[in-house]
């Protein structure tokens, strides 16, 4: 069973820096691809970042691109989001998702991505990261 749980959310001023976790088990991440996501009170879900199963291959939204930076520690089992510069449009739920592809598709290191929220089979609780101006 895959379980997905985050960490590392708090209130930080504008300018400042977070960095998110997700810790998870059950869940080999060359299987398939792993992002983050976020959602504000009222607005819609929203990717933030994702990473491809090559642990390699980053992808982010336009809001977030040269702020934000999406890893892995494969040896910790643990995906992180990098956090700078933040803003108090930042301020929302964040959310860990994983998606378990078939072998034919993991090589389409952007698929998650362009597929978007419903590509993800599994996501965690969320954090809340809030920002204050």
């Known amino acids: 069973q895959v379980q997905l749980v985050e960490s590392g959310g708090g209130s930080v001023q504008a300018g400042g820096s977070l960095r998110l976790s997700c810790a998870a088990s059950g869940y080999t991440y060359n299987s398939g691809c792993m992002g983050w996501f976020r959602q504000a009170p009222g607005k819609e879900r929203e990717g933030v970042a994702g990473?491809?199963?090559?642990?390699?291959?980053?992808s982010y939204a336009d809001s977030v691109k040269g702020r934000f930076t999406i890893s892995q520690d494969n040896a910790k089992n643990t995906l992180y989001l990098q956090m700078n510069s933040l803003k108090p449009e930042d301020t929302a739920m964040y959310y860990c998702a994983a998606a378990k592809l078939a072998f034919w598709v993991r090589p389409r290191q952007t698929y998650c991505w362009e597929t978007g929220s419903r590509a993800y089979n599994y996501w965690g609780q969320g954090t809340q990261v809030t920002v204050s101006s």
């Open positions: 990473l491809g199963s090559d642990g390699r291959t980053t």
